[in-house]
């Protein structure tokens, strides 16, 4: 059965996808091997299909950089298990950079 979680950017970060607030993407276990999707399924996929331009500016390694405050249904993504926190329908992931220039 597929899911679909809405993605919401602020602070900013929502310039580095196209200037879009909001983007809906949906996850279906045939597409991930059976398996639920997680946020780092979300990450692989915001990266490679949303992602306009300096990768750098919201991307570490596999994970948001420091300074990129995520949430799940406002909370904070640590307390859910970060890029482990299997996705629920309607899942609300909120990416708020708090990097600014000076």
Known sequence: ?????????????????????NIDVTFSKKNLGGKNATV???????????????????????????????????TDWEILGSEEYELEDKDVISFISTLHGG
């Open 1 to 21: 059965m597929p899911i679909t979680i809405q993605i919401e950017f602020g602070g900013g970060s929502e310039y580095l996808f196209g200037n879009k607030k």
């Open 40 to 74: 780092q399924d979300l990450l692989d996929k915001m990266r490679t299909e949303f992602l306009q331009e300096r990768e750098e500016l919201f991307f570490q390694d596999k994970s948001v950089r420091p300074g990129v405050l995520v949430l799940v249904n406002d």
